[in-house]
């Protein structure tokens, strides 16, 4: 026991004072932000506004644009595809009427591209136009548009409010809030598992090819020395998950100082204007949106489940990365073929875990998060929709002991491997050897 | 003197080979003992069982009288692999603390210990240098000295000298008489025979599993001498054949003889005084640990076939 204390402050100290680790610690969080509000400072500051001049034969259209952030519309007299530039416009759009049953059809004129978001915005703005055309076309009056979409688009006129219910208890549930803690902690715990995976494996394969390791068993029982490893980079984890998290506190208030709700206002209006390309906007608004409300999410069931999740899935999957680390000799290219039985999980766990933020009560996303080859990041993204509720406490109380149980049975396998495989030199192992070695009785 | 180390009938099969196949031998207190064979005849894979990384399939193993146990007496037992490993991003001084604390000893002792040995090899300046920045033959002497620096009872080296200097090599030869001397018994595996006779007292040969040669090496010479006797003399006698000889090489005056069956070496001494030679030396030539080694493993395969093996 002693040993292992040993190796385990070894593994910890030797990582922990090494630079990339420092830099990977504080820079990975910057990251995250820069890509995400930047990406939205960007969207929003970066879309000029074109000027398009419209020629409509009808009439109809005139002062029906909206102008948008990204497009402001003019009507002069007479314009047409030789002179619109002379009239200082961009763009010219032509509508030609068609009868009043059918849509009018629309071209527009550009000398050189206009992007996708000024198409989006201008299409957006006929079909409206058009809508109301073909419902007075068939008597709706002027005042009976008006009114509805007064209605239509005041979001607050539409009273809308979902409830948990949990006995007596009765709560306003904020999804967007659950998903985004659901998302963000399935794949912070997708990214550990490769991330510290891969350290186990690389730090095993640098004790076999060192040569160190048949003095390292000479002291120690190959499986303190696994264990010691394991757990090792196990505290170099939790260690960077603490600095992560008083990071990303320090940073998301910094960041509503920096970024003034003009700039996300814009970032909302883009939105509207181009549904499908504003991706980052999104993220960027609906993170600043939950840090409003982050206080009505249950952190206190929240976070001891994430260390767990973080903690076991990482111990389940890392005597894996460790066993196939001891199998490899000097060519890392057989550590990548030897790894897919590994990978393949994780990346499924994502899929699943996609589908269950979705549907959170799905038989997928049940099943999904109680096998313990997916259950870290499955459930992890299930857990701030509601325990119990979303989540029952006997598929919390299952996923956690068979995890459990999955971590004993993979580090039991995986260290008949490794002890096997950590003196082996200069043989190619297969899979089909290695399961030999797993099973076998000692 | 009394037994360190006692092996009895041990045996290890793996699913392709017999690596070794009932072997038995002792190691006396303080001796120097050569485990000698050729490659692949099961040297490592004996060595690993007594160091308490493999276990053996069948067979005892005593250290110091009591049944060898991996955990607790892997402190009594210093081990040199022959292919040698450090970790390279680590400090030396922090790499010899750490290796001896894996041991079991304590910090102060480590500390002490490192300290001592650094001294004796003259390595004080190495301390904060990463063993990366060693040459070949500096990471050879830091790795000899962190086998022996939690002052171990048995001392087991793989090829200790291979890859060192003379100088170097005479470094380490002598701290291993050093060692002796205190009463740490040592056992060195190699194929490098002047080696073994310099420095062992007593050999083990083994061959594809089996132990073929087990004995002090004056023993084992005289037991696998050929009768061969160098003559030199002042001149050569006018009849120089004779029954109790036959002349392997001459040159010269001086002859190499081999003695004939149911003759003694005094016949052939006889025969020259007889004819008026003058003798200046006559000795007998013993063969070299070398000569044995081959004439032993010659006619076996050098290469061991892989069999089936149904255990």
């Known amino acids: 026991m002693n040993k292992i204390w040993i190796i385990i402050k070894r593994e910890y100290v030797t990582r922990v004072r090494n630079k990339t680790f420092l830099l990977s610690t504080f820079l990975f969080p910057l990251l995250m932000f820069a890509l995400i509000f930047g990406g939205a400072f960007i969207g929003a500051n970066g879309t000029e506004q074109r000027k398009i001049a419209v020629n409509d034969q009808s009439g109809l259209y005139k002062n029906n644009f909206k102008n948008s952030a990204s497009v402001e519309y003019g009507y002069p007299e007479g314009v047409d595809r030789n002179n619109y530039k002379n009239k200082g416009f961009e763009g010219l759009l032509i509508i030609y009427s068609s009868n009043q049953q059918k849509a009018d059809s629309a071209r527009l004129y550009t000398q050189k591209q206009l992007g996708l978001s000024t198409d989006e915005a201008i299409k957006n703005q006929l079909q409206k136009i058009n809508e109301n055309r073909l419902l007075m076309a068939r008597g709706v009056t002027r005042n009976t548009l008006d009114s509805i979409r007064l209605q239509s688009e005041n979001e607050e006129s539409l009273n809308y409010r979902s409830y948990q219910v949990k006995g007596a208890e009765i709560k306003e549930d904020n999804k967007v809030l659950a998903l985004a803690i659901g998302y963000a902690s399935g794949f912070i715990i997708y990214i550990v598992l490769f991330i510290y995976g891969a350290a186990v494996m690389r730090g095993v394969m640098e004790e076999k090819m060192n040569r160190i390791a048949e003095v390292m068993v000479s002291s120690v029982k190959p499986f303190q020395l696994m264990l010691g490893k394991i757990i090792g980079i196990a505290a170099v984890g939790l260690t960077q998950l603490f600095l992560w998290i008083i990071l990303i506190f320090i940073l998301s208030s910094l960041s509503s100082l920096f970024i003034s709700p003009e700039v996300l206002e814009q970032a909302q209006k883009m939105n509207e204007s181009m549904p499908s390309m504003a991706q980052n906007n999104t993220m960027a608004l609906k993170i600043l949106q939950a840090k409003t409300t982050v206080f009505s999410a249950n952190w206190a069931l929240i976070i001891p489940c994430f260390i767990f999740y973080f903690l076991f899935g990482y111990l389940f999957y890392a005597s894996l990365f460790a066993a196939v680390g001891s199998v490899v000799n000097e060519d890392p290219q057989e550590a990548q073929s030897l790894m897919l039985p590994i990978t393949l999980p994780i990346i499924l766990g994502i899929f699943i875990m996609i589908n269950a933020i979705q549907n959170p009560s799905g038989s997928l996303a049940v099943w999904g998060s109680i096998i313990p080859f997916t259950s870290p990041i499955v459930m992890m993204s299930r857990i701030p929709f509601g325990v119990p509720g979303t989540v029952e406490y006997w598929e919390l109380g299952v996923s956690m002991i068979s995890l459990i149980a999955g971590f004993l049975c993979t580090t039991w396998l995986s260290a008949k491997i490794y002890r096997t495989g950590i003196l082996l030199y200069g043989k190619k192992v297969t899979l089909k050897e290695m399961a030999k070695w797993a099973f076998r009785k000692s | ?311």
């Open chain 2, 1 to 311: 003197m009394s037994t360190i180390l006692e092996v009895q009938h041990l045996k290890k099969y793996f699913s392709s080979q017999k690596a070794v196949d009932d072997i038995s031998f002792t190691i006396e207190k303080g001796s120097i003992f050569g485990l000698l064979g050729p490659n692949g005849a099961g040297k490592t894979t004996l060595i690993r069982m007594i160091t308490g990384i493999f276990y053996p399939d069948s067979g005892n193993i005593n250290l110091n009288g009591k049944k060898f146990n991996p955990v607790s007496d892997v402190i009594d037992i210093g081990y040199m692999p022959e292919e040698r490993g450090l970790y390279k991003k680590m400090k030396v001084g922090e790499q010899a603390m750490y290796l001896a604390q894996l041991k079991g000893m304590s910090k102060q002792d480590a500390f002490g210990n490192v300290k001592e040995w650094f001294e004796k090899f003259e390595m004080q300046s190495w301390w904060n240098k990463k063993v990366d920045d060693l040459s070949k033959g500096m990471q050879q002497k830091l790795q000899f000295v962190i086998t022996v620096l939690h002052e171990p009872k048995l001392v087991i080296l793989d090829e200790p000298f291979s890859g060192l200097d003379p100088v170097n090599s005479n470094l380490i030869k002598d701290q291993i008489f050093n060692l002796a001397q205190k009463g740490t018994t040592i056992i060195f595996s190699t194929h490098r025979m002047e080696q073994v006779e310099e420095i062992c007292d007593h050999i083990v040969l083994l061959n594809k599993g089996h132990k073929i040669l087990d004995g002090t090496v004056r023993d084992i010479k005289q037991q696998y001498k050929q009768n061969i006797f160098t003559a030199e003399v002042d001149h050569l006698p006018a009849v120089l054949q004779h029954a109790s000889f036959t002349i392997v090489k001459q040159n010269e005056n001086n002859l190499t003889l081999k003695i004939n069956e149911g003759y003694r070496a005094n016949d052939v001494l006889l025969h020259f005084i007889n004819q008026q030679s003058g003798i200046i030396a006559y000795h007998e030539i013993l063969p070299s640990l070398n000569e044995i080694f081959i004439r032993l493993v010659e006619g076996t395969p050098t290469a061991r076939q892989f069999e089936t093996i149904i255990a």
